[in-house]
């Protein structure tokens, strides 16, 4: 077994969960947050580990604090319900823990978008998701939470692979929900809308992703891609927009 804990919030996953289980079923702890679920998700979870927690939605952020704190391994996995776990990055992850010279890994994700996965000379975002426990914490935030890691960190060579937008649909219902939490967040910290935001971030954005992050390269996939990443930084600040002039 690797010595290493792996936590995982999750709330009707069923589709998905047994994937990430599957590849992670040697690590000597799995530990699952779930949040409410009405579908197989805690069935298909009994399969792999008991220790199976519940607990009411606390925000992405406050999820992952309350699973991590749960593990009880020095080295610490997050992945989400709907990830699996590379073989490449797993033996990665067994070596970084043989050699004990580091505090943690920032590791690519590969999302599998419209059929495929990315074209391997993309540029991929980037997470710290395997970590010494007493190192990491999660800041406060609604969305697009991330683990601060006070230590050495180093670049992983292995993926991480993500099915968590894998049609249109799914991708653009998460798009909604991000983009309220993200205007919240903003509202929350007194920030306004900008005409100039609203004019200019819609064609920046997707320079950025087609071209500097090289989505040119995963064809029409990629172009489809950009559009709706696009249309994401557009629309959080449309949303703050509009609860800024509610405040009127």
Request: with cysteine; net charge positive; aromatic share 10%.
């Amino acid at each position: 077994m690797i010595k290493a804990s792996v936590y995982i919030i999750c709330q009707n996953e069923e589709k998905h969960i047994a994937r990430v289980l599957e590849s992670v079923k040697d690590f000597d702890e799995i530990i699952i947050v779930d949040s409410g679920s009405s579908d197989k998700t805690l069935e298909i979870a009994k399969e792999y580990t008991n220790k199976i927690y519940h607990q009411e939605w606390l925000g992405f952020a406050g999820q992952k604090e309350y699973a991590k704190n749960l593990c009880t391994n020095e080295w610490v996995l997050n992945l989400d319900s709907d990830e699996e776990l590379s073989s490449e990055l797993k033996d990665e992850i067994e070596k970084v823990i043989k050699d004990d010279k580091i505090d943690g890994l920032d590791i690519r994700i590969n999302g599998k978008y419209l059929g495929d996965f990315n074209h391997p000379l993309s540029k991929f975002n980037r997470r710290i998701r395997f970590f010494r426990k007493s190192k990491g914490h999660y800041p406060p935030k609604l969305v697009h939470e991330s683990i601060t890691v006070d230590g050495r960190i180093q670049k992983a060579s292995g993926f991480i692979l993500d099915y968590g937008a894998v049609d249109l649909k799914t991708h653009l219902d998460k798009t909604n929900l991000y983009s309220t939490l993200r205007a919240e967040e903003k509202f929350a910290k007194n920030k306004k809308s900008s005409l100039l935001k609203l004019i200019f971030i819609m064609p920046l954005a997707f320079i950025k992703s087609y071209i500097i992050k090289r989505s040119f390269l995963n064809g029409k996939r990629g172009f489809i891609g950009a559009i709706n990443t696009a249309y994401y930084a557009f629309i959080k600040e449309a949303k703050l927009y509009e609860r800024n002039n509610e405040k009127k």
